[in-house]
C-alpha cells in the first residue's frame, strides 16, 4: 500500500508499505477515504516536534479520518465489512489508573494516531484500529463529515469543560478548525453572544456564518475596544484556541471577574506566562483541554440531527498523492485555506 510520511523538515514523500493485517480478535482493517490535515500535523512537518513529541523518519502522521471496514477481527461485534466509519485516534490501554477512572485520554500507555513514539497516522491506504475506537456512521452522514468528527470532538469536550454555557458571553480567540468547533458546539449548548478573533478575514467572515455575533481581526483592530463597545463588562468564557502568547493575554483581559479560560492551542513555545495579578485580582479559573474523552460519538450525534454545519469548514480537498501540496497549502495560510481534506482514491 502507499502511506505518505515525513522524511525531514518541511519535507513528506509517498512510500510503499506492507498493508496490514488484522492480527488482534478486537481489531478492524480500515480501508481510508479521508483524511482532514490539523494544524499539529503541520507542526510536525514544520519542525520535527511537538514538546517533548520529537518525530523519528520516516513517519506518517494524520489523525483526523474517516473510511470503510474491510476486514473485522473474530470478536468485533460493533462493526462490519461494508461499514463506513469515524475513528478516534486514541488507543487506550484500559488497564492504567487514569483508565480506570475514566480519564482515558491520559492513559498511562496511550496509543494516538500520528502521534511520535505512540503509532503511525492515517495519511496511509489502510489502517488498523480496535473495534472501541470506530464509530460506524449515520446514513445521513458521509465519509469526509466523518472525518470532521475527530476536530469537532474536541469542540465538544472544551465546551463541556468550560461547564454551562446557557446564555453566556463567550470568545474564541484564533478561528481555525478548532476555533470553529468550538464555536459550533457552544452554541449547540446554548451559549449567547460569541465573539471570534483571527488575523486572516476570510476565517472571521466563515465564523459570522457559522453564528458569531462579533468578530475582530487581532492583527489590525482593537479586539478589546470591539468586545467592550458591546459586552461591557467583559466575557464569561474565554477559549484560547491559537497557541499565542498574544491570545492568552488577551484572554485574561477580555475575561469578567471570575471568568474562565479554556486553553485549547498547542503553543509552539516550550514556556507560556500569565500576569499573575491580572489572573488574581479577577479570580480567572484556568482549565486545560488535552484532545478530547468520549465525545466521537456525540460530535456525531450533532452532525446527524443537523444541530449544526460544519461543511463550509472544508475549504480544500486534494487527491492522496497531492497530500504534499495540502500540507503546504495549510502550512502558508494560503487562499482562505480552513481545513484541508486528503481525498483517497
Not at 75 to 99: E, H, L, N
Not at 127 to 135: K, L
Not at 161 to 183: E, M, N, Y
Amino acid at each position: 500500500m502507499k502511506a505518505m510520511v515525513l522524511t525531514g523538515i518541511d519535507q513528506i514523500e509517498p512510500v510503499d508499505r506492507p498493508t496490514p493485517v488484522v492480527q488482534n480478535p478486537q481489531d478492524v482493517l480500515i480501508r481510508m477515504t479521508h483524511v482532514g490535515v490539523c494544524g499539529s500535523d503541520v507542526h510536525y512537518l514544520e519542525t520535527g516536534r511537538i514538546g517533548e513529541k520529537v518525530v523519528e523518519y520516516p513517519f506518517a502522521v494524520g489523525h483526523e479520518g474517516a473510511g470503510v471496514v474491510e476486514a473485522t477481527g473474530e470478536k468485533v461485534t460493533s462493526t462490519k465489512k461494508g461499514d463506513r466509519i469515524a475513528f478516534d485516534p486514541a488507543m487506550p490501554c484500559y488497564t492504567c489508573d487514569q483508565c480506570s477512572v475514566g480519564r482515558y485520554h491520559t492513559c498511562r500507555n496511550l496509543r494516538f494516531l500520528g502521534c511520535p513514539g505512540q503509532a503511525e497516522g492515517c495519511l496511509a491506504e489502510y489502517i488498523v484500529m480496535p473495534q472501541t475506537s470506530c464509530f460506524p456512521l449515520p446514513a445521513n452522514l458521509t465519509l469526509e463529515q466523518g472525518a470532521l468528527a475527530e476536530p469537532l470532538s474536541v469542540g465538544v469536550y472544551a465546551a463541556t469543560l468550560a461547564g454551562d454555557l446557557k446564555d453566556k458571553d463567550i470568545g474564541i480567540l484564533g478561528s481555525g478548525p478548532i476555533g470553529l468547533s468550538v464555536l459550533a458546539a457552544a452554541k449547540a449548548s446554548g451559549a449567547g453572544f460569541a465573539c471570534v478573533t483571527d488575523k486572516i478575514d476570510s476565517r472571521l467572515r466563515l465564523s459570522s456564518r457559522m453564528g458569531a455575533e462579533l468578530t475582530a481581526n487581532a492583527e489590525t483592530g482593537n479586539v478589546s475596544d470591539a468586545l467592550f463597545r458591546e459586552k461591557h463588562l467583559g466575557l464569561d468564557t474565554v477559549f484560547e484556541c491559537c497557541g499565542e502568547q498574544d491570545a492568552l493575554d488577551q484572554a485574561v483581559e477580555l475575561l469578567k471577574p471570575g471568568g474562565t479560560l479554556v486553553i485549547i492551542g498547542i503553543p509552539r513555545a516550550d514556556r507560556i506566562s500569565f500576569n499573575p495579578s491580572h489572573m488574581r485580582q479577577k479570580e480567572i479559573r484556568v482549565q486545560n483541554v488535552r484532545r478530547q474523552l468520549d465525545c466521537v460519538q456525540p460530535a456525531l450525534d450533532l452532525l446527524s440531527t443537523s444541530r449544526l454545519d460544519l461543511d463550509p469548514m472544508v475549504t480544500h480537498r486534494f487527491p492522496f498523492d497531492r497530500t504534499a501540496d495540502a500540507f503546504a497549502l495549510v502550512a502558508g495560510y494560503s487562499d482562505g485555506v480552513v481545513k484541508a481534506m486528503v481525498e483517497f482514491p
